[in-house]
Structure formats: structure tokens, C-alpha cells
């Protein structure tokens, strides 16, 4: 490995190590205790850049988060617990902020449920992720029956399978679309007791122009219980994803989604119906 890419790597490092936490100095001394079996507060000073007087308060809240051992002498040695065991810490150290900053918030004073009619309540909706997170949220409260269109077999992640399984486990009609063969045979393995359709929805599917290879296709779409909607596109150009979301059962975005769901489909499993599909 060149001189250029350790440098790299070694920035990479400490840049994601204060993302996870940890202080400037005390990524640095970590990064440089990870790269030698051992070193003295000189020694980390010289290959990480801290300051020597800065070394020793940094490996003490090291030594105090489980990332460092010390070896008490005449110089005192220090050095870097394992990786494995240093990631599995820091996991450990963020999930517990997760579970304390949940805890923090839902015990904040927050405003009483409106109970007015929700026929105009539609949002929009930002990152594959936070959509991703949503649609886990939607198939999760689904307690009837649930339509879901995908037209990338990028958007059909462990956890969604993991949660159209579990939808049709507690008595969910779960009913999946899609244009992509080895998407409708991850689905047909993964969640058995769902039914997986052929969408014949074109404009799901393919650009109004076909030969414009940058227009915004349509990413997903998901209908539970004929009163909630989501509905998001893929800008092929930034693979940037954007959804809105919308509920309530007179909700127009909702009725139009449910009428086109409704006559879109056809059973993947019916020839006849299918044309020869398959």
C-alpha cells in the first residue's frame, strides 16, 4: 500500500471515529495505537500529531470507553484493544444513545392526536433510507391487506422481505408487483404466503420517453389497507429517492393509486392472463 492511500485510510479513519463520538485527539491516538503493538505517550504523539501533553488525557477517556489498555510503568505503555472488539464497543455505546435519545423524546411533552378527518393529510418524503424506514413502518401497522409495487430489486431489502413475512404471519394479505423475474423469485422463496403479481402498469415501469434514459422513474408503491399510500421516484441521474406519503380513506391520492392498483395486476402465476409470460 502506497504512502498516499495509508495517509487516506488513516484520515478515513479518524473522520469516522468522531462521527461515532470520539474527539479529534482521541481518534488520532486510537488510529495511531491501532497501526503498532504498543507505543509510549512520546511515540503516539510523534505518529498521530497530538500534542504530547494532549496524549495522555486522550488515552485515559480511551482507557475509560473499553478502547485501550495500559500497562502502568516507567514509561507507561498503551495500546489498542483488538478492532473487532473496539467496533463491537462502539456499537454498543451508540445503540444505548439510541435507546436513551428514544426514551428522551417520546417523554417529551408532545401535542394530543388530532382527531379531524385526514382527507388532505399528504407529505413528502426525502432518502432511500428514511423512505426504506417508512415503508418498514407502514407494512408493520398493515393489519388487513397490503399492495406493494417495487421497480427496482435494489428497494427490496433484508428487512422489508423480513417484514412482508411477518405481515402474512399475523393474518396480512400481503399482494406484491413487480416487472423484475428475479425480484418476483426472491419474494415467491422469501415470503411464501404472498401473492406476487406481474404489474402491467406501464408507466411504473418504463419512461414516457424511451429514449430518455434520465427521466425519473418510479421507485415503489405501497397501499395498506386501502387507506394509506406511498408513493416514490428515482432521479437516475443522483439515484436520489423522494416519496409522499398520504393517508386516510377518502384521501384522492389514495382513491386514484387504489382504482389503478386494483386493475393493474395480474396473477404471476396465470398464464392465460399473463400472455405467455414467463
Known amino acids: 500500500m502506497s504512502s498516499s492511500d495509508s495517509n487516506e485510510n ?3 479513519a479518524v473522520e469516522l471515529l ?4 470520539l474527539k479529534e485527539y482521541e481518534a488520532k491516538c486510537f488510529v495511531a495505537l491501532s497501526r503498532v503493538p504498543e507505543a509510549t505517550a512520546k511515540e503516539i504523539s510523534e505518529s498521530s500529531e497530538v500534542p504530547r501533553t494532549r496524549v495522555y488525557d486522550a488515552v485515559r477517556i480511551l482507557e475509560a470507553q473499553g478502547l485501550v489498555e495500559v500497562q502502568h510503568g516507567n514509561p507507561q505503555l498503551f495500546r489498542a484493544v483488538p478492532v473487532e472488539e473496539a467496533i463491537s464497543t462502539l456499537r454498543d455505546q451508540y445503540e444505548s444513545r439510541f435507546d436513551t435519545l428514544k426514551d428522551a423524546i417520546e417523554d417529551l411533552d408532545r401535542p394530543a392526536e388530532s382527531d379531524s378527518d385526514s382527507v388532505h393529510e399528504v407529505w413528502s418524503l426525502s432518502g432511500t433510507t428514511a423512505i426504506a424506514n417508512r415503508t418498514q413502518q407502514l407494512v408493520e401497522n398493515t393489519s388487513d391487506e397490503l ?5 427496482h430489486e435494489s428497494l427490496v431489502t433484508d428487512d422489508l422481505m423480513g417484514s ?5 404471519d399475523r393474518g396480512v394479505s400481503v399482494i406484491v408487483g413487480t416487472e423484475d423475474q428475479s425480484v418476483r423469485d426472491a419474494i415467491r422463496e422469501r415470503v411464501p404466503r404472498a401473492e406476487v403479481f406481474v404489474s402491467k402498469l406501464d408507466w411504473l415501469n418504463t419512461s414516457s420517453d ?4 434520465d427521466e425519473v422513474r418510479i421507485g ?15 432521479d437516475p441521474t443522483t439515484s436520489k429517492e ?14 386514484i393509486v ?12 396465470d398464464p392465460a392472463k399473463r400472455g405467455g409470460d414467463e
Not at 258 to 269: C, P
Request: hydrophobic share 40%; charged share 20%; glycine share 12%.
Open 10 to 12: 488513516r484520515n478515513q
Open 18 to 21: 468522531q462521527q461515532l463520538g
Open 147 to 151: 399492495f406493494l409495487l417495487v421497480g
Open 164 to 168: 412482508l413475512s411477518e405481515a402474512t
Open 210 to 213: 424511451p429514449d430518455d434514459a
Open 220 to 234: 415503489r408503491v405501497l397501499l395498506g389497507d386501502n387507506s394509506t399510500i406511498l408513493v416514490s421516484s428515482i
Open 242 to 255: 423522494r416519496a409522499v406519503y398520504g393517508r386516510g380513506f377518502s384521501n384522492g391520492l389514495v382513491v
Open 258 to 269: 387504489r382504482r389503478l392498483m386494483a386493475t393493474g395486476l395480474i396473477r404471476s402465476d
